[in-house]
């Protein structure tokens, strides 16, 4: 990976000061910093076989070899670490590490930079994802499915490694933040350190031609959400002896997500995380322990608890993640394609003062935020499948409708600033938000 300096220098500040807190300051980021853990382990040991959730929370969960059920433990905080998880997660890791770097895969070019520059990526994370799979299968095959149960075994000490890992590399990318000429991110370089580190203070950090961000985003989360559930399923299918209908949906929905996000890797360098945000605690722990520790919950929750929801519920189920798919897919592909200069439907859009135009027909004429749509319907295919015994596997399309709400606000700030008096006559265009006369 390079940098191309073909554009021209634009004015380029490299450390400006950033005179705006979001997520409600140093305060509500001390609360992010402490209620993503805390809620993970939560709903690690809120659950067991026995009850779901629990009320008070007096139980905590630990897996054993041989009985394969969950039991109560007096030293429960003993299940919390081991050196021996966290050589396995950071095997893990370094695997999808030597895989960026020695994979081949297309360059592709970043947006343009506050500096006319633009970063090369290689695109090369769906290769690592079939790696994966490819190695996890010949694994399964030799040693049969009983091999994935090392996961739901250790599943509070995992979440620790990963939780480590993460605050380690938020902290060492903030540090490093400092050393050179480093982009820094405009809302990342306020005059509150702790704030800084969080919200991330570096634009692109990166080892030489490895890109950090762009890395954790894609991969060792993502794809070790959907090697937790193939483990969740090994292990429905240790102590039931079958899998039932209802993970096979749940596991072959998140697949289906993560392989749609693979495939469509370079999609990533247009969202606001890679163009905007800096890296710093909350992309660093949302990816590396958020997203495969509390995306796979519904695959956790129906190894504990399985059931059938036969061929009709099957059929709603799939209708919902049908429909949520083709509005997530079509709109974030109408949008890539306008961008990159493909108007293939002929949509209708206007010219903006900035120098880029705004669609104003097709799925971006009937919402400003269609895909965000889009995804959380997919969301509820996932948890229905886990009937209605509990509230916790719905815990993901409500955190996810507050974290689509919230960056849709923050999202059309950027885009205010961005777009200037243009973006009031495109709202005035298109004024519903997220839903189409609802929201
Ligand atoms: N599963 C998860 O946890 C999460 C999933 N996501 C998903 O990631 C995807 C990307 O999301 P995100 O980056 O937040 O946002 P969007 O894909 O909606 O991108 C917003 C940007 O699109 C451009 N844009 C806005 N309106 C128009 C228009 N009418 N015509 C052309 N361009 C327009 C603007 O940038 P510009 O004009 O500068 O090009 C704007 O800043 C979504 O599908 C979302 O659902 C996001 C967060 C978490
Ligand atoms: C609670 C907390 C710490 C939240 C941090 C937010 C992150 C979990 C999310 C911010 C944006 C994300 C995206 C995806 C996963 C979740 C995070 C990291 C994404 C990779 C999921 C797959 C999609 O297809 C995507 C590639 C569009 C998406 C990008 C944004």
């Known amino acids: 990976m390079t940098e191309s300096s073909k554009q021209p220098a634009a004015a380029y500040v490299a450390a400006p000061r950033s005179?705006?807190?979001?997520?409600?300051?140093?305060?509500?980021?001390?609360?992010?910093?402490?209620?993503?853990?805390?809620?993970?382990?939560?709903?690690?040991?809120?659950?067991?076989?026995?009850?779901?959730?629990?009320?008070?929370?007096?139980?905590?969960?630990?897996?054993?070899?041989?009985?394969?059920?969950?039991?109560?433990?007096?030293?429960?905080?003993?299940?919390?670490?081991?050196?021996?998880?966290?050589?396995?997660?950071?095997?893990?890791?370094?695997?999808?590490?030597?895989?960026?770097?020695?994979?081949?895969?297309?360059?592709?070019?970043?947006?343009?930079?506050?500096?006319?520059?633009?970063?090369t990526y290689t695109m090369n994370a769906f290769s690592t994802m079939m790696l994966t799979f490819a190695l996890i299968g010949a694994w399964t095959y030799k040693f049969g499915p009983n091999a994935l149960l090392y996961i739901p075994y250790h599943w509070p000490q995992l979440i620790s490694a990963a939780l480590a890992w993460s605050t380690f590399l938020a902290t060492f990318v903030f540090f490093q933040s400092y050393i050179g000429d480093q982009m820094l991110a405009l809302g990342g370089n306020t005059d509150n350190a702790f704030y800084n580190w969080f919200i991330g203070r570096n634009l692109n950090p990166r080892l030489g031609d490895f890109d950090i961000k762009a890395f954790n985003e894609m991969r060792p989360g993502l794809i070790l959400w959907i090697v937790i559930d193939f483990s969740m399923m090994a292990y429905q299918y240790a102590t039931i002896g079958r899998v039932t209908d209802s993970m096979i949906l749940t596991v072959a929905f998140h697949s289906w997500y993560v392989f749609d996000a693979e495939f469509n890797e370079p999609a990533i360098l247009t969202t606001m995380d890679i163009t905007t945000d800096g890296f710093g605690f909350m992309l660093s722990v949302g990816d590396l322990l958020w997203v495969p520790f509390t995306y796979s919950y519904t695959a956790y929750y129906l190894a504990l608890h399985p059931k059938d929801i036969g061929l009709l519920g099957c059929a709603g189920v799939v209708a919902v993640q049908l429909l949520g798919y083709w509005i997530f897919r079509s709109s974030n592909n109408e949008k890539n394609e306008f961008r990159l200069g493909r108007n293939a439907k002929n949509l209708q859009s206007f010219q903006t003062e900035r120098g880029t135009r705004l669609l104003t027909s097709g799925w971006w004429g009937r919402s400003r935020h269609p895909n965000y749509l889009g995804d959380w319907i997919m969301a509820w295919a996932w948890c229905l499948p886990c009937g209605f015994t509990t509230p916790l596997p719905y815990f993901y399309p409500i955190y996810f409708a507050v974290l689509l709400v919230h960056r849709q606000q923050r999202d059309d700030e950027a885009c205010a600033h961005k777009y200037k008096k243009d973006w009031e006559t495109y709202k005035k265009l298109v004024p519903w938000k997220i839903i189409p006369y609802v929201y």
């Open 19 to 119: 005179l705006h807190y979001e997520f409600g300051g140093p305060a509500g980021a001390l609360g992010v910093t402490l209620a993503v853990p805390f809620f993970t382990y939560w709903l690690a040991f809120a659950c067991t076989e026995a009850q779901c959730p629990p009320w008070p929370m007096s139980r905590f969960i630990e897996f054993h070899a041989d009985g394969l059920k969950a039991m109560r433990t007096e030293k429960w905080w003993e299940s919390l670490w081991s050196w021996e998880a966290f050589a396995v997660y950071m095997g893990w890791y370094l695997f999808c590490v030597v895989c960026d770097i020695a994979l081949p895969g297309k360059e592709v070019q970043g947006a343009q930079l506050r500096n006319g520059k633009r970063l």
